[in-house]
């Protein structure tokens, strides 16, 4: 069954970096784009950007351009999220999700809580 | 500020019906894409509850049900039950954004 598991708990400083990884499992990686979306603690979700695992292609959201960095290592199916310059307010949990051809999610990995703190 | 709006709670009774209110704009439903609805229980990942406006996935009950209206769309639970009691996002494409855009969530309290 298609399957997304994500990286552990980070605890980082401010002006850090952070890099989140999905390893995807039961279907073909290069198929699908896969999108990172996070949740503040308390809120709602924001979505962040995503990759074409195919060609290495990207697309951000405005608020992270710049900061934010998408890739995939094709050879074992996972694709990372590295947010930098990180300030407190990304507190959050990360999420990846595969996206379906109508664009929504039809599976998410379980989530990494990265949290910044001095 | 979500690019989508949903009403921040909603409650009923067991047994009783409850729907919730997304509404977007010309960018994104109104532009003909899709609405699209998550279920969120505490400490889980989102999970896809309707997509495409008005589908089902298997494994969802047909207590679930969505429909799409111009700008808008309605997620509508029947026979409410405790397991119900999350959160609820709808999503969709915007053209302006050229990203997903999501609601700002509703909390489903089963009285």
């Known amino acids: 069954q298609v399957q997304l598991v994500q990286s552990g708990a980070e605890v980082k400083k401010p002006g850090a970096s952070v890099k989140v990884s999905c390893k995807a499992s039961?279907?073909?990686?290069?198929?699908?784009?896969l999108h990172w979306v996070r949740q503040a603690p308390g809120q709602g979700l924001e979505w962040m950007g995503w990759?074409?695992?195919?060609?290495?292609?990207?697309h951000f959201a405005q608020k992270f351009q710049g900061r934010v960095t998408m890739t995939r290592d094709t050879s074992i199916n996972t694709g990372y999220m590295e947010l930098s310059r990180l300030r407190y307010d990304d507190t959050a949990v990360y999420y990846c999700?595969?996206?379906?051809?109508?664009?929504?999610?039809?599976?998410w990995g379980q989530g990494a809580l990265v949290t910044v703190s001095s | 500020q979500s690019v989508l709006t949903q009403p921040p709670s909603v409650s009923g009774a067991p047994g009783q019906r409850v729907t919730i209110s997304c509404t977007g704009s010309?960018?994104?439903?109104?532009?003909?894409?899709?609405a699209h609805w998550y279920q969120q229980l505490p400490g889980t990942a989102p999970k896809v509850l309707i997509f495409?406006?008005?589908i089902r996935p298997s494994g969802v009950p047909d207590r679930f049900s969505a429909s799409k209206s111009g700008s808008s769309a309605s997620l509508a639970i029947t026979g409410l039950r405790a397991e119900d009691e999350a959160h609820y996002y709808c999503?969709?494409?915007?053209?302006?954004?050229?990203?997903?855009?999501f609601g700002g969530g509703t909390k489903l309290t089963v009285l």
């Open positions: 999700a595969r996206e379906r051809d109508s664009d929504y999610g039809d599976s």
């Open positions: 039961g279907y073909t990686f290069t198929g699908y784009y």
């Open positions: 990759i074409n695992p195919k060609s290495g292609a990207t």
């Open positions: 010309s960018s994104n439903i109104g532009a003909g894409y899709g």
């Open positions: 495409d406006n008005n």
């Open positions: 999503q969709s494409y915007d053209t302006r954004l050229s990203g997903w855009v």
